[in-house]
Each structure stands twice: as C-alpha cells, then as structure tokens.
C-alpha cells in the first residue's frame, strides 16, 4: 500500500496549484486522507483532512484559500490551492488512515512530499 503524490511546483504570489495524491495497493478501505506540509525549519503541520462523510478540517491559516476534495472511486485526495502566499512554500505531504485486505488499520501511512514554492 502507498500514496503517491503528485502537483507541486513553482507559482507567483497570487496564484494556484492543485496537489493530487492517490493511494494504490491491498485497500479495503479509507477512513481520512489529508495533506501536511513542513517549511523550512517548521515543524510538519496539517494543512487539511477530509473524512469519509465530507467532514473537512483546514489550518486556520488557509482557510477560504485551501480546498480538499475525495474521489472515492480512484482512492485519491486533492488540494485545491488558490490566492498562493509565499508563506505557502513547504514540502507537502499526503496522508492516510485506512484499513488493508489483510484488515490491518495503517493510522497514518505517509507519501512522499512534493514541493510547492511560492516566489516572484
């Protein structure tokens, strides 16, 4: 089982990215999927989480800029990054809580980051 994510990049204040992850391997199930992000020097943070049932958490700090969304069906998570500050830039991480084939409960199986600078 991994997540694998993908969208990061290099945006203008202002602008927006829209980050994808989706998870791949023996999935029974996902109870929550979420983004993280850790800036230079910065403790890994949350960004946003969603679970099953659209309940939806957001960091004060992007909230009405930062948007989470579920496609059920392909098992993935998107974030949908708009009005991009350069306190933004960080390595983002996509996150998981879900249950294998095997019904083994992985609480927070981690994918690798993928980088967003936000720079004039």
């Known amino acids: 089982v991994q997540l694998q994510a993908s969208g990061g990049g290099l945006v203008q204040p202002g602008g927006s990215l829209r980050l994808s992850c989706e998870a791949s391997g023996s999935i029974f199930s996902i109870n929550a999927m979420g983004w993280y992000r850790q800036g230079p020097g910065i403790q890994r943070e949350l960004v946003a989480s969603i679970v099953r049932g659209e309940i939806a958490n957001y960091a004060d700090s992007v909230k009405g800029r930062f948007t989470i969304s579920r496609d059920y069906a392909k098992n993935s998570v998107y974030l949908q990054m708009n009005s991009l500050e350069p306190e933004d830039t960080a390595v983002y991480y996509c996150?998981?809580?879900?249950?294998?084939?095997?019904?083994?409960?992985?609480?927070?199986?981690w994918g690798q980051g993928t980088q967003v600078t936000v720079s004039s």
């Open positions: 996150n998981a809580d879900l249950i294998t084939t095997t019904m083994t409960r992985l609480f927070h199986l």
